[in-house]
């Protein structure tokens, strides 16, 4: 979850414990830098760090196939754009 994982490792909230839920930080990794440094990547960088975390869970439960097809319906395609 884009905006809601910066930081939450420092503070954690006490709410996951009692909820017995598992938070995990995800990091961005080469992939994601590589995607980043591509035509394009800029957009897609915005793009994740505004997507709300209910958007992006259902997105991540959809599939990889209507994440790309709402990615390319927001944004456009990759490899189209201009950073």
Known sequence: ???CARGC????NPCSA???W?????EIRRLMQAAFAE?????????IDAC????YAALCFQGG??????????I????RCRN
């Open 9 to 12: 490792g420092r503070n954690s």
């Open 52 to 55: 709300p975390n209910a958007m």
């Open 65 to 74: 196939a209507a994440f790309r097809k709402h990615l390319r319906d927001e």
């Open 18 to 20: 009692i909820f017995g």
């Open 22 to 26: 598992d938070v995990v930080i995800v």
């Open 39 to 47: 035509p394009g990547g800029e957009a897609l960088k915005r793009w």
């Open 76 to 79: 456009g395609d990759q490899a």
């Open 1 to 3: 979850m884009p905006s």
